[in-house]
């Protein structure tokens, strides 16, 4: 096949399959006016940065109007920007900005809840009724008690009783995010309307929070108790429910097919299985889904605040199942080893010892980046951010945090230090830390007092360190960013993987018809030596990337230094000739 047709053949696949995600925390990412929270005219003003890294599409989380108890995912109007962030023309003007750079962009949407702020919910509790008050989902006492044992996902019940309509709202996460009824045709009508409202200014798409939780199983059941917690899990009866694919099918009719966009869908606790309904392109749903199961290799006895360390086999054997799993029913996979929700990659399965973070964050780089299907990059992840250490709790700002502190310390008894080691690893905070831009104070990101403290280490990891740096992990990413686009079988190659039980590599190929790349990182701080697969020896071969002075080609073995990565692209014996 010729470089020609194979471009060509690239020019047929959907933009959002070719395309990688940079996810921004407005608040976190650049303060333009100096009142410590990052801004849209911050995003402005960094737009050249992410140019020159080469991404495609930027991910805004929320950046509606809300009392941010939950930093923007309590939304008390759609329809307004966080006056904290913006306003409406400051929008306008990033997204035209950003189109005339060749840069998409995507909104969150969080339509599973709204803000208690919010006016239809702030109408619901008035009365039964109420226009609003089937709005949302309120269930009756039983036993003077909440209706089921469902607990929040922050803690606590998951039901609020409402004195004034002597009944209890659901709320999955915090009690200040009441839960809409999807039941009632008015509340999809209306979550309708706001999407055309931010399709039709010419967004690109959407990132669509906990979508999976929008359908509840209509008799409510108790969930298991796990973990030793006092309340049961709400995902037996909240997550996939029997309607969730009839409303994303209506959501996709109504909405999604008129728009040429890209949908992401947040989708806890769903299996490979259960991901192809929302993604088989010929189901008219969703193009990809977040799934959580690499996310849970490292949890515990008490959940994801744990110190247990993941299993490398474990990992691969997660990437693997979604990758094959998802190519054989009509799906494509959203690749990523962070968000604002999680820990820093580097840290977390990688190693954050100077001596070895650049090379183990280019590692994980590459062995993400060279599987299939869309990568996202959370803000950082290029300079190969690290966690935070904080010395008090007093220090992070997350409501996980706080709750899971408590938590620790006066109900399971299990010590200040623990708790704290815990979140170390594991807080939200760590992904949320301001960007740091420069060793200057406060990391470059503010003139003012920042919202959350920047990561102590900032004076050594930083935009401006990085940019000086031409071996910086940022220039490798752009290396990265570079193959997705040039290289066809980064897209379309078949993933096969190899040596499923060594918990040392993670190497696998990706195959089409007359190429194979050979894919291989190193997870541990000792040198590895790697036997070629044996009908690969002898073909012709070159590198494509590698974080170390790795050979042009190899013949039999590819040897790698401590958190080492290398990617060689092979021909098959049938193209020679071509």
């Given at each position: 096949?010729t470089?020609?047709l194979?471009?060509?053949m690239?020019n047929?696949?959907?933009?959002?399959?070719?395309?990688?995600?940079?996810?921004?925390y407005?608040?976190?990412f650049y303060?333009?006016n100096?009142?410590?929270?990052?801004?849209?005219?911050?995003?402005?003003q960094?737009?050249?940065?992410?140019?020159?890294?080469?991404?495609?599409?930027?991910?805004?989380?929320?950046?509606?109007?809300?009392?941010?108890?939950?930093?923007?995912?309590?939304?008390?109007?759609?329809?307004?920007?966080?006056p904290?962030?913006?306003?409406?023309?400051?929008?306008?003007e990033?997204l035209?900005?950003?189109?005339e750079?060749?840069?998409?962009?995507?909104?969150?949407?969080?339509?599973?809840?709204t803000?208690?702020?919010?006016?239809?919910?702030?109408q619901?509790?008035?009365?039964?009724?109420?226009?609003?008050h089937d709005?949302?989902i309120?269930?009756k006492?039983?036993?003077?008690?909440a209706?089921?044992?469902?607990?929040?996902?922050?803690?606590?019940?998951?039901?609020?009783?409402?004195?004034?309509?002597?009944?209890y709202?659901?709320?999955?996460?915090?009690?200040?995010?009441?839960?809409l009824?999807?039941?009632?045709?008015?509340v999809r009508?209306e979550?309708?309307?706001?999407m055309?409202?931010?399709?039709?200014?010419?967004?690109?798409?959407?990132?669509m929070?906990?979508?999976?939780?929008?359908?509840?199983?209509?008799?409510?059941?108790d969930?298991?108790?796990?973990?030793?917690?006092?309340?049961?899990?709400?995902?037996?009866?909240?997550?996939?429910?029997?309607?969730?694919?009839e409303?994303?099918?209506?959501?996709?009719?109504e909405?999604?097919?008129?728009?040429?966009?890209?949908?992401?869908?947040?989708?806890?606790?769903?299996?490979?299985e259960e991901?192809?309904?929302?993604?088989d392109e010929?189901?008219?749903?969703?193009?990809?889904?977040?799934?959580?199961?690499?996310?849970?290799?490292?949890y515990?006895?008490?959940?994801?605040?744990s110190t247990?360390?993941?299993?490398l086999?474990a990992?691969?054997?997660?990437?693997?199942?979604?990758?094959?799993?998802?190519?054989?029913?009509?799906?494509?996979?959203?690749l990523?080893?962070s968000n604002?929700?999680?820990?820093?990659?580097?840290?977390?399965f990688?190693?954050?010892?100077?001596?070895?973070?650049?090379?183990?964050?280019?590692?994980l780089?590459?062995?993400?980046h060279?599987?299939?299907?869309?990568?996202?990059?959370?803000?950082?992840e290029e300079?190969?951010?690290?966690?935070?250490?904080?010395?008090?709790?007093?220090?992070?700002n997350d409501?996980?945090?706080?709750s899971?502190?408590?938590?620790?310390?006066?109900?399971?008894h299990?010590?200040?230090?623990y708790?704290?080691?815990?979140?170390?690893?594991?807080?939200r905070?760590?992904?949320?830390?301001?960007m740091?831009?420069?060793?200057?104070?406060?990391a470059?990101?503010?003139?003012?007092?920042?919202?959350?403290?920047?990561?102590?280490?900032?004076p050594?990891?930083?935009?401006?360190?990085?940019?000086?740096d031409?071996?910086?992990?940022?220039?490798y990413?752009?290396?990265?960013i570079?193959?997705?686009h040039?290289l066809?079988?980064?897209?379309?190659?078949?993933?096969?993987?190899l040596h499923?039980?060594?918990?040392?590599n993670?190497?696998?190929?990706?195959?089409?018809?007359?190429?194979?790349?050979?894919?291989?990182?190193n997870?541990?701080?000792?040198?590895?030596?790697?036997?070629?697969?044996?009908?690969l020896a002898?073909?012709?071969n070159?590198?494509?990337?590698?974080?170390?002075?790795?050979?042009?080609s190899?013949?039999?073995?590819?040897?790698?230094p401590?958190?080492?990565?290398?990617?060689?692209l092979?021909t098959?014996?049938?193209?020679?000739?071509?």
């Amino acid at each position: 096949m010729t470089l020609e047709l194979a471009m060509m053949m690239m020019n047929e696949i959907p933009w959002w399959k070719k395309s990688v995600v940079y996810q921004i925390y407005p608040k976190s990412f650049y303060d333009a006016n100096g009142d410590g929270i990052g801004d849209l005219q911050g995003i402005i003003q960094k737009l050249d940065y992410l140019v020159e890294l080469g991404v495609d599409v930027l991910w805004l989380n929320p950046i509606y109007r809300s009392p941010q108890v939950d930093n923007g995912y309590d939304i008390s109007n759609y329809h307004e920007i966080e006056p904290e962030l913006g306003t409406m023309a400051d929008f306008n003007e990033l997204l035209a900005k950003a189109h005339e750079k060749g840069l998409k962009i995507i909104l969150d949407l969080v339509v599973n809840h709204t803000s208690d702020q919010h006016p239809w919910f702030k109408q619901a509790k008035q009365a039964k009724n109420n226009a609003y008050h089937d709005y949302y989902i309120w269930k009756k006492p039983v036993k003077q008690q909440a209706p089921n044992n469902w607990g929040s996902s922050f803690g606590g019940s998951a039901w609020t009783y409402e004195a004034e309509v002597a009944e209890y709202y659901l709320h999955l996460f915090a009690k200040e995010q009441p839960d809409l009824n999807w039941e009632n045709e008015q509340v999809r009508r209306e979550i309708y309307t706001l999407m055309r409202f931010w399709l039709d200014k010419g967004i690109d798409g959407f990132r669509m929070d906990v979508i999976s939780l929008i359908s509840k199983d209509p008799a409510y059941p108790d969930g298991p108790i796990i973990q030793n917690k006092q309340y049961g899990s709400y995902y037996a009866g909240a997550a996939n429910g029997p309607r969730v694919h009839e409303y994303l099918q209506e959501m996709n009719r109504e909405v999604l097919s008129h728009y040429e966009i890209m949908t992401v869908g947040e989708t806890p606790h769903t299996t490979v299985e259960e991901a192809t309904k929302y993604t088989d392109e010929h189901k008219h749903e969703l193009n990809m889904v977040f799934h959580f199961d690499h996310m849970h290799l490292d949890y515990g006895e008490n959940g994801k605040f744990s110190t247990k360390r993941f299993a490398l086999s474990a990992l691969k054997r997660v990437f693997t199942k979604w990758q094959v799993g998802m190519a054989q029913h009509n799906g494509w996979n959203s690749l990523y080893w962070s968000n604002h929700d999680q820990a820093r990659p580097v840290t977390r399965f990688g190693t954050d010892q100077q001596e070895y973070r650049q090379a183990a964050a280019k590692m994980l780089g590459t062995i993400l980046h060279m599987q299939q299907g869309t990568p996202y990059i959370f803000e950082g992840e290029e300079l190969g951010m690290t966690n935070a250490r904080f010395n008090s709790i007093d220090d992070y700002n997350d409501i996980e945090t706080k709750s899971v502190y408590k938590d620790f310390t006066e109900n399971k008894h299990l010590g200040s230090d623990y708790a704290m080691e815990t979140i170390y690893l594991k807080s939200r905070d760590n992904a949320r830390t301001p960007m740091p831009w420069s060793a200057t104070k406060n990391a470059g990101f503010t003139t003012g007092k920042p919202w959350l403290l920047p990561n102590p280490n900032y004076p050594q990891i930083n935009v401006e360190q990085a940019l000086r740096d031409p071996d910086s992990v940022f220039y490798y990413y752009q290396q990265l960013i570079k193959l997705r686009h040039t290289l066809p079988i980064v897209t379309t190659g078949k993933y096969r993987l190899l040596h499923p039980q060594d918990e040392r590599n993670y190497t696998f190929l990706r195959e089409t018809a007359e190429q194979v790349l050979f894919v291989t990182g190193n997870f541990t701080a000792q040198a590895e030596q790697l036997e070629l697969p044996t009908f690969l020896a002898g073909l012709e071969n070159k590198l494509i990337i590698s974080n170390f002075t790795a050979p042009q080609s190899t013949s039999k073995t590819v040897n790698l230094p401590a958190y080492g990565a290398a990617v060689y692209l092979f021909t098959k014996e049938c193209d020679k000739s071509r």
